[in-house]
């Protein structure tokens, strides 16, 4: 079943990288300060776009979903869907050649899928396997492909061209998708909708701060989601605010 369904993302893919990186290259000498965006006026729109969506929709829904639920419950909601990212996650560390941590990885997700019923719970971190994350984004800067023109997607948020490549191709190439029947499918893309909600949720005060309190929310947001992109990989000291509210599940609003 993998190989049937590796045999027509295969060119799928091939085209996406390929277009993605025809246009990533380094803004510049000092990249972990250069701000690469000659698409501003159209990012600007997404952005109020994404920001009205946010204001309308997802941001009542996830205060009202984290005043409700159960900090238990998020918990375990949070758990099963980072346990469904570690496949795509042992991938990608193949990809970057780092076996320690695709190692590390598959022991997660064995260790947290059985004793920790379907993921549910995270006996692996109390073993000292701790979680770290990655994506077709850093594989790609492994490569040393330039991270390209900073994006603001519709719906999705902040990105660049590297990472909006990164994404598809994570998307396309992810082993649970060949492996879960249609309806678990179904069930885990609906577990990692309602984590990303959550997220939303439990750091609505510093996204608010972002989008609402700022006097241009569109520099703010694009400044914090660089710097703190590029610490992730290395290539910066990292921002004043630490946490990234727009490396959500969700990818943004």
């Not at 885990?188 to 984590?195: E, F, H, L, M, S």
């Not at 914090?224 to 990818?251: C, K, S």
Request: charged share 20%; with cysteine; hydrophobic share 40%.
């Amino acid at each position: 079943m993998f190989r049937s369904f590796l045999r027509p993302a295969r060119p799928i893919a091939a085209l996406v990288v390929a277009v993605g990186l025809a246009g990533c290259g380094a803004p510049g000498p000092d990249v972990s300060q250069a701000i690469n965006d000659p698409y501003e006026a159209q990012n600007r729109k997404i952005h109020a776009f994404n920001k009205n969506r946010d204001r309308q929709i997802l941001r009542p829904v996830a205060v009202a979903y984290s005043d409700t639920m159960p900090d238990d419950v998020e918990i375990v909601v949070s758990n099963v869907s980072d346990n469904l990212s570690l496949p795509g996650q042992v991938v990608n560390n193949l990809l970057q050649g780092d076996l320690r941590m695709a190692s590390s990885n598959t022991l997660r997700f064995l260790i947290n899928s059985t004793a920790g019923f379907a993921g549910m719970f995270d006996p692996s971190s109390e073993l000292g396997l701790p979680k770290d994350d990655t994506d077709f984004g850093e594989t790609l800067h492994v490569w040393g492909v330039g991270e390209g023109h900073y994006q603001e997607l519709p719906f999705v948020g902040p990105s660049t061209q590297r990472d909006t490549t990164g994404m598809v191709v994570d998307f396309v190439l992810d082993p649970t998708r060949a492996i879960l029947p249609r309806v678990d499918r179904n069930i885990a893309t609906g577990v990692r909708i309602v984590d990303g909600v959550g997220a939303r949720g439990r750091f609505s005060e510093t996204v608010d701060s972002i989008l609402y309190d700022s006097a241009d929310s569109y520099a703010q947001a694009r400044l914090l989601y660089l710097q703190n992109r590029r610490f992730e990989l290395g290539m910066a000291a990292p921002a004043e605010e630490e946490i990234d509210p727009f490396a959500l599940d969700t990818e943004g609003f």
